[in-house]
């Protein structure tokens, strides 16, 4: 369940549902979008299962699906702005750490 996960994890977890219920809805598969937009279909899978997303590959897929790349960003994900500045303190000290 989305709830479960970090703000930043949930948000790109819901845009990957958007971009997997679009595809399915134009009824591609996997290989197609990932061909058509120069992914293999394990890198695709992983974008639908919420890993980070370039905005490259993001404009690439909203022209492949025929959609605004705004519709796929749309989310009912709340990030507060604390979260968000927990999230880039916690890169912060990560960073400082290696």
Do not use: C, H, W
Not at 8 to 14: D, G, H, I, N, V
Not at 64 to 69: H, R, T, V, Y
């Amino acid at each position: 369940m989305q709830n479960d996960l970090a703000p930043e994890q949930a948000f790109l977890k819901s845009v990957g549902d958007n971009i997997k219920a679009r595809r399915k809805e134009k009824g591609y598969t996997l290989e197609a979008l990932g061909e058509d937009i120069g992914l293999d279909k394990s890198n695709t899978f992983r974008i639908e299962q919420g890993k980070n997303i370039t905005l490259l590959t993001l404009l690439k897929i909203s022209l492949f699906l025929d959609i605004e790349p705004s519709e796929l960003l749309k989310t009912n994900v709340e990030v507060k702005i604390e979260d968000a500045e927990k999230f880039i303190t916690a890169k912060k000290l990560n960073r400082k750490k290696k």
